[in-house]
């Protein structure tokens, strides 16, 4: 069977608004299987954003343990992620899920990967997925030199750019702000 993979998300804090945002598409193989799928999930009555790459129904897996793992300590992000990646890389059936989460709250974004990082961006900019550098790229250069924009439009100026050069990344954009 051939794996749901690809994407690009990306996420920025910037003048203050965090924003998050990823493509539509899913790919199986060679081929686009879907192009309008939502990848940017809202926990917590809206107070923490999430993006996923990898398989789909991986991420869906970990975005529930993730949610667990907030309730748990009271919506204290960081702390939750750190739990998340420990249960991720130890548990053996976790262990075997193929996706990357990007998290954002109102002060924070960090990344966490199934080999137990938790990573936050030194600069407000963090990307995942297959067309990951050239959406962060775009970004880098978005915030240096055109600082008038906001995050939400940084991010999906940045999402355009990388699905110009990347095959796995398309024009169906969603994002969320915080």
């Excluded at 897996?61 to 750190?82: C, H, P, Q, W």
């Excluded at 130890?90 to 199934?114: C, H, N, P, Q």
Aim: net charge positive.
């Amino acid at each position: 069977m051939t794996k749901i993979k690809s994407t690009t998300v990306i996420a920025i804090k910037h003048n203050g608004q965090i924003a998050i945002g990823a493509d539509g598409q899913a790919t199986m193989g060679n081929t686009v299987a879907k192009s309008n799928v939502r990848k940017i999930r809202k926990l917590q009555d809206g107070k923490v954003i999430t993006g996923f790459a990898g398989s789909t129904a991986d991420a869906f897996t970990l975005l529930e343990k993730f949610d667990e793992k907030l309730n748990s300590y009271g919506v204290n992000m960081k702390r939750a992620a750190i739990e998340l990646a420990k249960d991720w890389r130890t548990d053996r059936y976790l262990r075997r899920l193929e996706a990357m989460l990007i998290v954002a709250d109102k002060e924070e974004i960090l990344i966490i990967s199934g080999t137990g990082d938790v990573l936050e961006p030194d600069n407000g900019i963090a990307a995942i997925g297959s067309g990951s550098m050239y959406a962060q790229a775009a970004a880098v250069s978005l915030k240096k030199h055109a600082q008038k924009l906001t995050a939400e439009e940084m991010v999906k100026e940045s999402l355009h750019i990388a699905a110009d050069i990347c095959i796995y990344t398309n024009h169906n954009i969603n994002v969320e702000t915080l």
